[in-house]
């Protein structure tokens, strides 16, 4: 389960409004301050329930109801990005959670499913997986975000109960939205509100696809540095230099060249190419992981034809050691003939 930096994003907003050092945060947090910034950016469940946990352990200059004062002034601190955009253009708190679950779907994913839904004028009810007791933190800044909701439609706070799995949400019916009935009727139609509902919701999705790439990238990418650490510290053992340059796999672990002669110094000309081809891998897979790829990158390495020289340079590089190979069998045989 991950929960959208929508919410690191607000609790974040409210510390700068207050005047908060976040130096500590910057570091004590392992999540770049970056990325809990980016409200359309997602993490695990534990490291969002982390994250609030390290806040509220700081000593603030306004600790009260840290988490309920992030909800609460949602509306104010347009911490949510698109979606905030849209839920004032929303004629009552009925049609945000028209939905219930697609709305949910905006700070938790995979989209929760819900059961037991109940609607009336004043409220909604529903059950969903998700135990308050299990994040507590999390869904105590969720419950105080329901409840401003009533807010971008210029109601009061609504009231928001949820315990253990039943979530309840009452608003007041009382005063009347910012937009009347015949307002609404002249300047916002239901296609639009869904047209806009169905966007956000798209992006959405292509944001959490694009975020579960790059987080099985930068899994690839810990597990290639672990790997090469530990090769690394083996081969540090040998005795053969040339050796240590070879890759832990593939064509180039099968050679192994008298010290000092011309086949020992192009193979391991050819090792230190493949270690450099390696690196420049590295670095345009961790900027793309970050988001660095700008448009004069992407065109650059267009012209360069990255995409060919990426799996190119491996065939080339065992096929010049093939040929390597075939030599020093040569130059063996050579000198197998002069002894004789």
């Known amino acids: 389960m991950h929960f959208s930096c929508k919410i690191s994003n607000a609790v974040l907003t409210i510390l700068e409004n207050q005047g908060e050092d976040l130096t500590p945060i910057y570091e004590q947090s392992t999540l770049s301050l970056d990325l809990l910034r980016d409200s359309s950016y997602w993490i695990s469940a534990p490291q969002m329930e982390n994250f609030l946990s390290l806040v509220l352990h700081l000593p603030l ?29 929303m004629p009552r708190p009925q049609e945000i959670f028209n939905q219930p679950e697609q709305f949910l779907s905006y700070f938790i994913s995979p989209k929760p499913p819900i059961d037991n839904l109940r609607r009336d004028e004043s409220g909604v009810s529903f059950d969903l997986p998700l135990p308050a007791e299990q994040y507590p933190l999390v869904t105590t800044y969720l419950k105080a975000a329901f409840e401003s909701l009533p807010l971008y439609v210029g109601q009061p706070l609504a009231k928001c109960e949820w315990r253990e799995i039943h979530l309840k949400l009452n608003w007041s019916t009382q005063q009347s939205s910012m937009l009347n009935e015949e307002t609404i ?86 090792a230190r190419m493949q270690d450099y081809m390696v690196r420049a891998q590295q670095l345009v897979v961790m900027l793309a992981a970050q988001g660095k790829m700008t448009p004069a990158v992407k065109e650059a390495m267009r012209r360069v034809d990255w995409d060919f020289v990426k799996t190119q340079y491996p065939r080339t590089v065992s096929e010049s050691m093939d040929v390597l190979r075939k030599m020093q069998n040569k130059n063996t045989e050579k000198e197998g003939t002069r002894h004789v």
């Open 61 to 89: 200059k306004n600790e009260d109801s840290l988490l309920e004062r992030a909800g609460h002034e949602g509306p104010e601190l347009r911490a949510w990005g698109v979606l905030d955009s849209v839920l004032r253009m």
């Open 185 to 270: 009727g002249h300047q916002v139609s239901p296609a639009l509100f869904q047209s806009l509902i169905d966007d956000l919701q798209r992006t959405q999705r292509e944001r959490e696809d694009l975020q579960k790439f790059v987080g099985d990238l930068e899994a690839k990418i810990l597990e290639y540095e672990k790997q090469n650490l530990d090769l690394a510290k083996v081969q540090a053992t040998k005795v053969e230099p040339a050796i240590s340059l070879l890759p832990a796999e593939g064509s180039l672990s099968g050679f192994q060249f008298a010290s000092d002669t011309p086949f020992d110094q192009l193979f391991q000309n050819l």
